[in-house]
């Protein structure tokens, strides 16, 4: 299984970011994903995560910080999941990771890093003041 997460660098704040994590090796209707970030010198947090489900469907959660700004989405026929990211701020700014679990996003443990099975290398997003 691989997880490829791209989409990211440097934006103004106000400024929108497409992420994209593209799976192989699983069958990515039937997983969980999870999008998690690490700016310098914090411990990686939960982001979002998008239920298993067809494309176009399937329960999202956010954190607070993220809730009306990024939206996590998945296209199955192209094996990805996406994380658009609008109104940037400059506390956004991390290296974004997308991590998969089979099932749906349990609101106990879908920002938890050790619920995920698979994760992929990370993607910088940089936002400029």
């Known amino acids: 299984v691989q997880l490829q997460a791209s989409g990211g660098g440097l934006v103004q704040s106000g400024g929108s970011l497409r992420l994209s994590c593209v799976a192989s090796g699983l069958t990515l209707r039937n997983y969980a994903i999870g999008w998690f970030r690490q700016a310098p010198g914090k411990e990686r947090e939960g982001v979002s995560c998008?239920?298993?489900?067809?494309?176009?469907?399937?329960?999202?959660r956010y954190a607070d910080s993220v809730k009306g700004r990024f939206t996590a989405s998945r296209d199955n026929a192209k094996n990805t999941v996406y994380l658009q990211m609008n109104d940037l701020k400059p506390d956004d700014s991390a290296v974004y990771y997308c991590?998969?679990?089979?099932?749906?996003?349990?609101?106990?443990?879908?920002?938890?890093?050790?619920?995920?099975?698979?994760w992929g290398q990370g993607t910088l997003v940089t936002v400029s003041s």
């Open positions: 991590g998969a679990d089979f099932g749906v996003c349990y609101s106990s443990s879908w920002n938890r890093i050790s619920w995920y099975d698979y």
């Open positions: 998008i239920d298993s489900g067809d494309s176009g469907e399937g329960s999202t």
